[in-house]
C-alpha cells in the first residue's frame, strides 16, 4: 500500500481522540541552529476540523488493526474497516517531511493493539525514540499509552513525549464490561499512578536543576460522552478523583460520534454538542473555581442542565447564599457569582482595596451587569430580594431556546 493511502486511513481513523492539545508542554526549540523544530515560542498552532476535531498535528495512528473490541470504536477488531500500519521508520519520515513543509508543530501517535500491549508500546517508543534521538526532534510529541504495557516502556515514552495520556474511555467498570469488555479501570489507574510518580520525580530533580533530564510534563486522558447511559454526575466524579490523585493536566470529554457500521449497543444518535461543553464548564470549575463535583450535581440532578451553564445553575439553586457584598466577600466567595471569572474578581479584589466599588467598576470590567446584578451588592447597588427569586430571573438570564414555525412565530 502507498504511503499517502495508509496516511489517508490512518489519519482518519485517529481523528475520534479529541485529547491532543499541547499546554503546558516544555520549551525546547532549534534556535541554537542544532536540531530541527521547537515546541515553544509561536507555540503549537491548532485547526479544526468541521465536525470541532484538532487536526493541527500529525495525527495518526501507527496502525488501527486491533485484537480489542470496544463497540464505540471504529478500529474495533469485528469493524469492517480498511486496516493499514505504518512501520515506525515510515511515521517518522512522515513526521519530518511534512515538518520541514511546515505542515504541522508536532506529532500525536496512538495505535491500535498488535500482537500484544508490549509489542504496540515498543513500536511507538521506537517512533518518538528515533525521532529525538537520531533526528534530534525538537517538536511536540504527544503519544498515547496503552495501560496493560509494561512500566518500563511507558516510563520509556515518558522520556521522549512532552505529554503522555491513557485513554479512560468510559468512567465505571460496569460501562466499561458492557461496551469496551477487554478493558479495565483498575489497571488503567494503576498505570497513572506510576505515570504519576514519574511525573512527580522528573519535576522535582528538574526543580533541583538537572536541566538536561527529557520527560514529559504531565498525563490526560479522555472519555467519551453518551455512548451510554452514565450521566455527567459519573463523569465529574471520575474527573475529580483522576485530578486529586493522579494529577491529570486535562479529562477531554469527547461526545460519542455515529461511527459506520455501528454495534447494536451504541445508542443510534450523537449526545448533543452542547452536553459536551458543559461537562468542560463543570470540568472547569472544580479545577478553578473551588467547587466540587457534589455541588454541581447531586443524587437528584445527575446531569448538567444543558440550557443553563454550570456556575448560574449552582448559583440559582443556592439563591440564599446571595446576594453577595463585593466589598467584603472573600476571593472564594465572588467567584462563585455568575459572570465572574478568575481574573475579573482579582481586579476587584485590587480596587477595593483602594475604594467601595460600583456598578461602574464591574461595566469597566466589562462585566455582564445583566447577568451579575442580580447576585450582588455595590456601593450604588442592593438588589431586590425578589430579584433572586423565581423563574423570571432564570427566563431573564437563560432564556429557552424557541422553536419557530416557517413564519418565525413561536410555536406553542
Ligand atoms: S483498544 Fe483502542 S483502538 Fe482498539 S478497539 Fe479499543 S479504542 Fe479502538
Not at 511515521?91 to 506529532?107: H, M, P, Q, S, W
Not at 450535581?297 to 448559583?315: C, F, I, R, V, Y
Amino acid at each position: 500500500m502507498e504511503i499517502s493511502e495508509k496516511l489517508a486511513i490512518l489519519a482518519d481513523a485517529a481523528k475520534y481522540d479529541a485529547s491532543c492539545a499541547s499546554s503546558g508542554a516544555t520549551k525546547r526549540d532549534s534556535a541554537d541552529g542544532r536540531g530541527v523544530g521547537s515546541a515553544g515560542g509561536a507555540g503549537i498552532c491548532h485547526s479544526y476540523a468541521p465536525d470541532g476535531r484538532c487536526i493541527s498535528l500529525l495525527k495518526i495512528l501507527l496502525t488501527n488493526r486491533c485484537l480489542y473490541d470496544c463497540h464505540y470504536c471504529i478500529n474495533r477488531r469485528s469493524s469492517n474497516v480498511r486496516r493499514a500500519a505504518f512501520t515506525p521508520e515510515e511515521a517518522v519520515t512522515l513526521t519530518l517531511d511534512f515538518y520541514k513543509r511546515n505542515y504541522i508543530e508536532g506529532l500525536f501517535l496512538s495505535s491500535g493493539i498488535i500482537r500484544s500491549a508490549d509489542h504496540t508500546m515498543e513500536q511507538v517508543v521506537q517512533v518518538a525514540r528515533t525521532l529525538r534521538e537520531v533526528h534530534d526532534f525538537r517538536g511536540y510529541i504527544h503519544l498515547k499509552t496503552i495501560p496493560e504495557a509494561s512500566p518500563e516502556l511507558i516510563e520509556q515514552a515518558a522520556r521522549y513525549a512532552d505529554r503522555i495520556s491513557i485513554n479512560l474511555e468510559l468512567p465505571s467498570q460496569q460501562s466499561l464490561d458492557r461496551l469496551a469488555p477487554e478493558k479495565n479501570l483498575g489497571r488503567t489507574k494503576q498505570a497513572m499512578g506510576r505515570i504519576r510518580v514519574k511525573l512527580d520525580d522528573a519535576a522535582e530533580r528538574k526543580r533541583e536543576g538537572d536541566r538536561k533530564l527529557r520527560h514529559a510534563t504531565g498525563q490526560s486522558t479522555q472519555v467519551i460522552v453518551g455512548a451510554d447511559a452514565s450521566t455527567d454526575a459519573d463523569f465529574l466524579a471520575r474527573s475529580d478523583e483522576l485530578y486529586r490523585a493522579y494529577r491529570l493536566r486535562r479529562v477531554y470529554y469527547s461526545a460519542f460520534s455515529p461511527i459506520p457500521e455501528p454495534s447494536s449497543v451504541l445508542p443510534p444518535t450523537a449526545p448533543p454538542l452542547v452536553r459536551e461543553h458543559r461537562l468542560y464548564q463543570a470540568d472547569w470549575l472544580m479545577r478553578y473555581y473551588g467547587f466540587s463535583n457534589s455541588e454541581i450535581l447531586t443524587p437528584e440532578q445527575p446531569n448538567l442542565d444543558l440550557h443553563l451553564d454550570p456556575k448560574l445553575a449552582w448559583a440559582l439553586r443556592n439563591r440564599q447564599q446571595f446576594p453577595l457584598d463585593l466589598q467584603t466577600a472573600s476571593r472564594g466567595e465572588m467567584l462563585r457569582v455568575p459572570g465572574l471569572g478568575m481574573k475579573n474578581v482579582d481586579r476587584l479584589l485590587a480596587i477595593r482595596r483602594h475604594t467601595r466599588v460600583r456598578l461602574e467598576d464591574l461595566a469597566r470590567l466589562r462585566i455582564s451587569l445583566p447577568k451579575v446584578r442580580p447576585f450582588v451588592i455595590t456601593a450604588d447597588h442592593h438588589p431586590a430580594l425578589e430579584d433572586l427569586d423565581g423563574d423570571r430571573l432564570v427566563a431573564r438570564l437563560a432564556p429557552r431556546p424557541v422553536q419557530l414555525d416557517l413564519f418565525g412565530n413561536a410555536l406553542p
